[in-house]
């Protein structure tokens, strides 16, 4: 009986069905879509978020927490009161917000803000478990600036190429033949 016990204690911890042992959490934030998808032995969640607006940047790769503080005041942007701080990367942080209503589209200066409860929630997990962070995707502004970028190119190429050659089904003479003469009469070569 005694042996029996043993090899169900082995069994357990090589298959992770210990109660003592918890896996880490898994957080994927997609930028794109400005979401967080959570899982971890308490559940599964997805949450908005609100990753960098334009003109900042939200670092993109796998990252694991580097320390956590409950209460954390920016001393970079007059104070501002992060709670329940992830930080993953340098001044980088995963936290609380009280601008629920920008969750979903880009506004923050590079952190991934969650709302008050999910940021307390996820905080805990972290705490208990660790946790894996992969970031991933384009945020929409990002995205619409490349295409306003792009599309303006692309209008000012066109610009370039037709606006200097505007007259080219016109005769090549370099006559002093004004446009509205040789409209007139275009067939006529003087």
Not at 10 to 18: A, D, K, R, T, V
Not at 71 to 92: E, L, R
């Amino acid at each position: 009986m005694r042996y029996l016990g043993l090899m169900l204690v082995i069994l357990c911890g090589l298959f992770g069905l210990s109660r003592g042992a918890s896996a880490e959490v898994t957080i994927q934030i997609d930028l794109t879509h400005q979401r967080m998808y959570v899982s971890a032995d308490g559940g599964d969640y997805n949450w908005p978020i609100s990753s960098a607006r334009s003109g900042y940047v939200t670092p993109r790769g796998y990252y694991r927490p580097q320390r956590l503080e409950a209460m954390h005041y920016s001393q970079k942007y007059d104070n501002s009161p992060m709670p329940h701080s992830i930080f993953f990367h340098g001044g980088y942080a995963i936290h609380g917000t009280g601008s629920v209503a920008q969750l979903g589209r880009p506004a923050s200066h590079g952190c991934i803000r969650l709302s008050r409860a999910n940021a307390a929630t996820l905080y805990a997990l972290v705490q208990e478990e660790g946790a894996r962070i992969s970031i991933s995707g384009t945020p929409p502004a990002s995205r619409l600036a490349y295409r306003h970028h792009h599309h303006r190119t692309m209008v000012a190429s066109w610009h370039h190429h037709h606006h200097n050659h505007a007259l080219a089904y016109a005769p090549q003479h370099h006559h002093n033949r004004s446009l509205k003469a040789w409209m007139r009469e275009p067939n006529q070569l003087w």
